[in-house]
């Protein structure tokens, strides 16, 4: 059964549920990029959010309420503007991170393996998450339905993303709603595989 959703603008205040839900989606990713552990993983993601970091910043991002209750999270931008957001980033991580764990965690974000992210025609999704309390209610599919209604707004014609190649659940529910897999990277020592996801739009 699927149930209706709020969506709106998120803001600074917005940092712990954003966070969470952030690093839900990047799982073992995040645990590479930061290599921290979870607490500190997600305080610094609170962080950046609130500061509006670039691409974990909350200007690029929704939050999906339900009853009034945060259910989920959409951060995306078009892909022209991607490198301009992770630009941004960078000024933040240190003040966030501090000099131990800040060169680590640049170094490793610079030199992952893989082609780009996402095509200057396509709308990006950097990360969707859903609690997993509200999961199984048709939440994660209203919110990839938002991003094509915003996809499609800015005159793009696909949308894209990334998912852990570990992560079958959200691989299947982007198959399923009409992505496909266009590069396949796999694990490399620590490094956690991925695909590389886009789905093609119907422009009306």
Do not use: W
Not at 73 to 85: D, F, H, P, Q
Not at 137 to 145: A, M, N
């Amino acid at each position: 059964m699927t149930s209706s959703l709020q969506i709106r603008p998120a803001s600074p205040g917005d940092a712990s549920i954003a966070a969470k839900l952030m690093y839900a989606t990047m799982g073992s990713l995040a645990d590479y990029l930061f290599n921290r552990d979870i607490p500190s993983i997600e305080k610094a993601l609170a962080a950046l959010f609130s500061r509006n970091a670039g691409r974990f910043g909350y200007q690029l991002t929704v939050i999906a309420e339900s009853n009034g209750e945060p259910v989920g999270m959409l951060v995306a931008c078009e892909g022209a503007k991607l490198n301009r957001a992770n630009l941004k980033t960078f000024p933040h991580i240190f003040p966030v991170l501090g000099f131990k764990h800040a060169p680590g965690f640049i170094f490793r974000g610079v030199t992952l393996p893989g082609g780009a992210e996402a095509e200057k025609d396509e709308y990006y999704l950097c990360n969707l998450a859903v609690v997993p309390s509200a999961q199984g209610h048709g939440f994660g599919s209203q919110l990839l339905q938002c991003a094509e209604q915003t996809a499609r707004s800015h005159g793009l014609s696909k949308c894209s993303l990334i998912v852990g190649s570990h992560n079958d659940g959200a691989h299947r529910l982007y198959e399923r709603t009409g992505y496909r897999v266009v590069e396949s990277v796999p694990d490399h020592n620590e490094i956690p595989g991925y695909y590389r996801m886009v789905k093609t739009l119907q422009i009306s």
